[in-house]
């Protein structure tokens, strides 16, 4: 069983631009999670897909967003980066059922993203 | 708007000790609570979940119990290990699935 992967592992961008973070999810499992976690703090929510739709969204703006493939991968896209962006991208997988965003979270490496 | 709050920050033991992390919730209507530890600059690993109707679970050295009604749940490690020095995180799930998490509890544990 393949567990949660993410590309890249590091990467360093500066203001302004865009980025596209990826996360392939655990065999079988049909829901992904983004989160954004500053460094001292707990992972704030980003946004969770299932079965390719969007299935809740915390308090960060349109550009961040997201996409869910059909293999159940997935893609965070931020535009316009600005300093505050700056931070531990994880991304987590869950479930095979009606219920998959109740499940256990299964979590990637992350990506740490630095904004210049 | 959930707020998840763990008590202490920071912890040091010495190795054999007993412990107990906190972590308390504002809103109780929750579909379940999660427990994992993060090593630094790694991801998170998942180490109990439990759902709105259990009221604990346990894994080896560790048992956490949640107390949906007074919005507080506890994780207890039996035996501590200097292994077990990491940062754990407890999280709400609520409604569409979003999780709330704490900032976690520090631990460290001295040979």
């Known amino acids: 069983e393949t567990g949660v992967t993410q590309s890249p592992t590091h990467l360093i961008k500066t203001r302004g631009q865009q980025v596209t973070l990826r996360c392939s999810s655990q065999?079988?499992?049909?829901?992904v999670s983004w989160y954004q976690q500053a460094l001292g703090q707990g992972p704030q929510f980003i946004f969770q897909?299932?079965?390719?739709?969007?299935?809740g969204r915390g308090n960060f703006p349109p550009r961040f967003s997201g996409l869910q493939f059909p293999n159940y991968s997935s893609e965070l896209n931020v535009n316009a980066l600005e300093l505050d962006d700056s931070a531990l991208y994880l991304c987590a997988s869950s479930g095979i059922g009606m219920t998959a965003y109740t499940d256990t979270q299964y979590f990637g490496p992350g990506t740490r993203l630095t904004v210049l | 708007k959930q707020e998840v709050t763990q008590i202490p920050a920071a912890l040091s033991v010495p190795e054999g000790e007993n412990l107990v992390l906190n972590c308390s919730f504002t809103?109780?209507?929750?579909?379940?609570l999660q427990w994992f530890r993060q090593d630094p600059g790694k991801g998170l690993t998942s180490l109990l979940l439990?759902?709105?109707?259990?009221r604990e679970q346990t894994s080896g050295r560790l048992n956490a119990s949640l107390d949906k009604s007074s919005g507080r749940s506890t994780l207890y490690i039996a035996a501590s290990q200097p292994g077990d020095s990491a940062t754990y995180l407890c999280a709400v799930v609520a409604n569409a699935g979003k999780s709330t998490f704490g900032d976690g509890t520090t631990l460290t544990v001295k040979p």
């Open positions: 439990i759902q709105s109707s259990q």
């Open positions: 809103d109780s209507a929750i579909y379940n």
């Open positions: 897909y299932y079965r390719e739709e969007e299935n």
């Open positions: 065999s079988g499992h049909n829901t």
